[in-house]
């Protein structure tokens, strides 16, 4: 399917946690290798190309953010392709970050050897290297933190959920209840059997992790904004708690599929 990305813009909330805390570092339980394996065989974690990620950060500024002082949550990071075009673009623009400003990229992922390949590549290709708290192995949909990111900036999984390995399926189904994406219990055993992934990914970033006046800029399946009947819930529902943020802007991505698998 064809990808957009949108960002989403939040207003103003009190409070912001401490970055790097040992609690936001443990708050990720790790998923189990053959889980990864499986989301991987199901075509759900496709990375995304350094193009796309390039292209995202100079369309929005994203760079020119961070060079600012805003944290960046890179949730589903992999191997690190959206972070490590901020970190390029800020290069470019003339910007040598130092610690405390590697420091404010927060990236999370299931995948131990995706987390390893994001610190080989920062190190061989800048000379650079991210605090150890900066990368998290975990469930993001599973984790408990009070981490708050000006700018999320994410990838999710595409898959639906009626593609999603057995266990995973009973892992998830009380989120997409609480989440209001299947509200109805038996939704999940009909049409909304094709709600997407991404879509609570989506949804608990910006509910959960986008601080005050933050923006949420993701790659995501048309079919969020195009399908009927699986993601009419996501298209009626605030897009953070309280309805405080909302939709700016969809760029759907032209040429094919964007992404390779």
């Known amino acids: 399917s064809p990808a957009e990305s949108f960002p989403v813009e939040g207003s103003p909330e009190e409070g912001s946690p401490e970055e790097g805390s040992p609690a936001a570092k443990r708050a990720f339980p790790a998923r189990s290798r053959e889980k990864k394996r499986?989301?991987?065989?199901?075509?759900?974690?496709?990375?995304?190309?350094?193009?796309?990620?390039?292209?995202?950060?100079a369309e929005?500024?994203?760079h020119e953010k961070w060079i600012a002082g805003a944290r960046i949550l890179d949730p589903?990071?992999?191997?690190g392709s959206l972070s490590l075009a901020v970190i390029r673009g800020a290069l470019a623009a003339g910007y040598r970050p130092d610690a405390a400003a590697l420091a404010r990229i927060r990236g999370i992922d299931t995948?131990?050897?995706?987390?390893?390949?994001?610190?080989?590549?920062l190190l061989d290709n800048h000379g650079l290297a991210l605090p150890p708290e900066s990368l998290v192995e975990g469930d993001f949909l599973l984790g408990e933190t009070d981490f708050r990111a000006d700018i999320i900036f994410a990838n999710p999984p595409w898959l639906t959920f009626g593609d999603l390995e057995d266990r995973l399926k009973e892992t998830y189904k009380p989120l997409f209840r609480t989440s209001g994406l299947a509200p109805n219990p038996r939704s999940l055993l009909l049409g909304g059997s094709r709600i997407d992934l991404s879509a609570l990914f989506v949804i608990r970033a910006l509910d959960r992790h986008l601080a005050a006046g933050g923006e949420g800029f993701f790659f995501v399946p048309m079919s969020l904004?195009?399908?009927?009947?699986?993601?009419?819930?996501?298209?009626?529902l605030p897009m953070a708690a309280g309805?405080?943020?909302?939709?700016?802007?969809?760029n759907e991505l032209g040429g094919g599929a964007p992404f390779p698998g």
């Open 225 to 236: 904004f195009r399908s009927e009947g699986a993601h009419e819930a996501f298209r009626k």
């Open 38 to 57: 499986i989301l991987s065989d199901s075509g759900g974690v496709v990375y995304t190309p350094d193009h796309w990620a390039d292209w995202a950060v």
């Open 60 to 62: 929005y500024g994203i």
């Open 243 to 250: 309805g405080h943020s909302c939709l700016r802007e969809i």
């Open 111 to 121: 995948d131990s050897r995706a987390l390893n390949v994001f610190r080989t590549r």
């Open 76 to 79: 589903g990071c992999g191997e």
